[in-house]
């Protein structure tokens, strides 16, 4: 009779195994901490705001643009906010193929967009080095006024509100997602050479686990005199 294997049975079978299973798992883990420790390049992002206005020049006295008024308190023009918001998206995309603008973020990792609902411009900018990555941001930011003046003339203007700082942390690789994957890889790896064990093992196996596998009842049980540490049964 073919032998059915029951979820007790993998518990036992895994629980005969659990140092294996320890052992595999904290490696798995251990490897993959130590491979994005000193095998992955680290990567630092930092960003820099600026914002876009139309002609009529007004102040916003934060950049969430949820407060709408100036910094003398008094509101901006609905038709001012709407046409900065539609200055900025196209901003968004003429800082990109822009010639000077081109001379400095060639080979940089930089991405120019739009704040949602906004007439601000997030200038976000990655480097294996975290002063590298704050320079290019600044720079772009700081170049953007004459590029803007150069299209639009005087009909508007772009100003920094934020500055790029330079990042004390790595944004990528995540240490610990990786570390957690890599223990979820060793468990899952255990766990199925924990099975191959038991499946290849062709010994014997005591007499109630025998007739409770195979439905093979066990009438004797032959003792071993010669084995070490004194009797055993075969």
């Known amino acids: 009779m073919s032998k059915q294997i029951t979820i007790s049975d993998l518990l036992q079978m895994f629980l005969h195994h659990i140092k294996l299973i320890i052992a595999v798992t904290l490696l798995g883990g251990l490897l993959a901490f130590l491979y994005v420790s000193f095998m992955v390049t680290p990567i630092y992002t930092t960003s820099a705001l600026i914002i876009v206005q139309n002609g009529n020049t007004f102040d916003i006295q934060s ?10 308190g008094e509101k901006v023009n609905t038709a001012d906010i709407t046409s900065s918001q539609m200055l900025a998206n196209t901003c968004a995309t003429l ?6 603008m081109k001379s400095i973020i060639s080979g ?28 290019i941001a600044n720079l772009v930011a700081n170049t953007a006024p004459e590029v ?16 790029a700082s330079v990042p004390s942390r790595p944004s990528s690789p995540d240490v610990k997602r990786y570390a957690l994957i890599g223990l979820l890889i060793g468990l899952i790896l255990s766990l199925v050479i924990s099975f191959l064990i038991e499946i290849v093992d062709t010994t014997i196996k005591p007499g109630d686990d025998l007739y409770k596998q195979y439905e093979i009842p066990v009438f004797a049980e032959i003792l071993d005199f010669d084995s070490e540490g004194g009797v055993k049964k075969k």
């Open 63 to 72: 950049s969430s643009g949820s407060n709408n008024t100036t910094l003398n």
């Open 95 to 100: 800082f990109t193929v822009d010639p000077d």
């Open 108 to 135: 940089a990792n930089i991405s120019i967009t739009t704040v949602e609902d906004s007439y601000f411009l997030r200038i976000n900018s990655s480097s294996s080095d975290p002063q590298t990555a704050a320079n």
């Open 148 to 163: 803007f003046k150069k299209y639009f003339g005087d009909a508007g203007k772009v100003d920094t509100v934020d500055e």
